[in-house]
């Protein structure tokens, strides 16, 4: 009944090479993205190995520091709209406020969120680019229509809202190779209700993007999320109230870290109020290169950092971390993470929550396993942990399902589900969720 | 925002405890009823083994008879309300015509669907169960709201509707072990609006099912089904176009198949408009005896079939089937099903969709490896052919999520995602989904 049979056949031409459109070309922008992000971050590896030690240092940080200061500069020059993760903008558009909103989906905005995106993850910044890829897909949507063959889709005011829901889906389908968790969050995305005629749409889009990202990602050119493959016994079943425990915490520290993002924001505008903005990203690149360049994990792509946290091995047979990286990056990123978000550049959340997430639950799983023994096996906790902390810090049920699809099983399913569950509700007691605190704090 | 911020501390806590009780009680009824039915096919097949073949056979052949009248006996005498799937009544309410059909969440008519569901797969008619869970989780429901410390909860209409929502979610939740797609199929279920606060609301009951699931099916009691082991390169990325064929493919047999049932229930009408119940029920009953019995793949318990045909084995390894009950499995069923549906006596749709399209699919990928070779892996036919056949016949893309969880992977989510999608507009170019003409049959 949803798909098409009261609707004229070339309606729904029009309707489905819309949405498999919109989907291909997402996707492939952000993929376009990714090579980019990877060919500066290879470059600036290169460029260290190269040459004398004190000299790499030298231009790892000025590499930094200038790509830091170029995001900012396409986001001053080319559209101020594009600072920021872009996900709150798209919730405004949802929830009817499209006409008040429409200078966000301008082709300018695009290529200033694009190009800022490149150079904030590039100079290294640990920003994520989730919420600006669903921004620009929902750019991109609204751009397509000015096609003559799509013209006649824009007059249905109800459609045009359906379609940048499924945008949404798309971008963060394309971001992670997760299409039910893009068209789920894009569910959760919606002020008050979801118009069930919009459940095809987005999943027929995100679908189309998933499968361009399936298609593009096997090249060895850019990192993916590895899946995982956790044993049935690896997830023990009676170890849920350890799980819900992680969940219980990650959900307060969700809401302690939002708490932090506004708290760091709202010092800096009480007491330097008229702050340059050159300067201010400025300072914040120098400080994230200083601290994340001594150490492999904290300057790893975040994806490879997480698929090493998310390995069923037993910390001594990793490569990349011991210990003390491990006790250190929660608190490194926790803080560097709080305080980029508050920067004049675009800035996703999800990945860094991620990794600050995964980090907090290997950290646990492996304190547990000392105490308990080898039946507990930390990788597993790091998921659950993943996704708990971005619970916590999005208050998204979706992330769950998001995690569920970049580990490609569900022998995790019920820790997971139960953690994020809790994380969402004890967050909730504290405070709003990291976008609403967002859009309150810049207004 | 969703969970509880606005809404006073002992409204929540009365709400979670609704929620957790509601997903318990309904898991455990859910349970007890698939306890019985094994404990009936177990007494089954011992007796038909413990005396003399020909003896055996009489009381197989009897017993079928007399479980599938006693069936029907429930039905006639408790409530008709019980008769079919349940599921277009759910959808019923849930667009709105609560007060209109209310006589079907009363306490007698869960009786009667409980007790002629037992009956009727007890009796070895090839009917699903989640249709009637379904049911079953929404008379719960209804009926949990008359505890004094829940009634403050009835009074408001809107939260009635979503705790109904939340029991669809866990009805299916807990037949499959699958929250996430039980609470996408509720999205899916409703007319044409969500309230995204139902949402968490669904998740939360639906987990608390699932994990009373994860809990009782591991004791060897009863059937599950078992996660499939699928390696990466067994679902290869260029077979995506056969996948999508099958997918197409299932999505013609599913329109045909809700054909043949409005065919063979309009037929009926017209020929033998006043035919007895009981003449009806047993003549059905002795004709699937007499098919299912001689061969062991269709006497199986659904899941067991279904588990059988998912595996990633070669066809002569399997111990269950050979070429000739894989090309006979398909066809016995459909006709057997087609017909099943119109009785007046409980009866699901998924269980013997799945196992229709897993048959199918399963042949389907059988002959390409006849021509393609070993590069093909019939199992992953089987797991797609069963969710798009699903889906052919429900319209609903959820049945995707639902495969994915009841293999507990998900290596193979393009191709059954593609499938599903191909199936459902494949379909709906035909005919209206099978609840929709149930429910235009009978009135």
Redesign the interface.
């Known amino acids: 009944?949803?798909?098409?049979?009261p609707q004229p056949v070339p309606y729904l031409t029009r309707l489905v090479s819309f949405l498999t459109l919109l989907g291909v070309v997402a996707a492939l922008f952000i993929f376009l993205i990714d090579l980019a992000v990877h060919g500066i971050e290879a470059a600036r590896n290169q460029l260290r190995q190269l040459v004398h030690p004190a000299l790499g240092f030298g231009l790892y940080l000025l590499s930094a520091v200038a790509l830091c200061l170029l995001s900012t500069f396409w986001c001053a020059t080319l559209s101020k709209e594009a600072e920021g993760s872009g996900l709150p903008q798209m919730k405004s558009i949802l929830s009817g406020f499209y006409d008040r909103m429409k200078d966000a989906l301008k082709v300018r905005v695009l290529f200033a969120k694009a190009l800022g995106l490149i150079c904030a993850i590039g100079g290294g910044l640990p920003v994520g680019w989730e919420g600006p890829n669903v921004h620009i897909s929902c750019i991109i949507a609204h751009q397509l229509y000015r096609i003559p063959f799509f013209r006649e889709l824009k007059r249905d005011r109800s459609l045009r809202l359906q379609t940048l829901a499924a945008a949404c889906a798309v971008g963060l389908a394309s971001s992670f190779g997760a299409?039910?968790g893009g068209v789920?969050y894009s569910?959760?995305t919606?002020?008050?209700?979801?118009?069930?005629?919009s459940?095809?749409k987005g999943?027929?889009c995100a679908?189309a993007g998933?499968?361009i990202y399936?298609?593009l990602y096997?090249t060895p050119l850019v990192e993916a999320f590895e899946?995982t493959t956790f044993d049935?016994q690896d997830v023990g079943?009676v170890q849920?109230f350890l799980y819900a425990a992680l969940g219980v915490l990650m959900g307060l520290l969700g809401a302690l870290f939002i708490c932090c993002v506004r708290g760091i924001y709202e010092m800096r505008m009480r007491r330097y109020p008229g702050t340059n903005r050159y300067f201010l990203v400025g300072a914040v690149a120098t400080v994230s290169a200083l601290v994340q360049y001594p150490v492999r994990l904290f300057a790893l792509d975040p994806r490879a950092a997480i698929n090493d946290l998310f390995r069923a091995v037993p910390l001594k047979m990793t490569d990349n971390f011991g210990w003390i990286e491990l006790v250190s990056l929660p608190i490194v990123k926790f803080l560097l993470v709080a305080v980029s978000l508050g920067l004049p550049l675009p800035a996703g959340i999800f990945i860094p929550s991620f990794l600050i997430g995964a980090g907090c639950g290997r950290l646990f799983g492996e304190v547990l396993r000392l105490v308990f023994g080898a039946a507990v096996v930390p990788g597993t906790y790091a998921v659950v942990g993943a996704a708990a902390f971005t619970a916590g810090v999005t208050?998204a049920?979706s992330c769950?399902?998001i995690i569920?699809?970049v580990t490609?099983?569900?022998?995790h399913?019920?820790p997971v589900?139960?953690a994020v569950?809790l994380a969402?509700?004890v967050g909730?007691?504290f405070n709003?969720?990291l976008y609403?605190t967002l859009v309150l704090m810049k207004q």
Do not use: C, K
Not at 408 to 411: A, E, F, I, K, S
């Open positions: 009944r949803h798909l098409g049979i299409p039910v789920l569910i959760e919606m002020a008050s209700f979801y118009l069930v005629q459940f095809w999943v027929m679908l998933a499968m399936d298609l096997t899946g049935p079943r849920i208050r049920l769950s399902v569920f699809e490609g099983q569900l022998r399913m019920v589900l139960v569950l969402v509700i909730n007691a709003r969720s609403d």
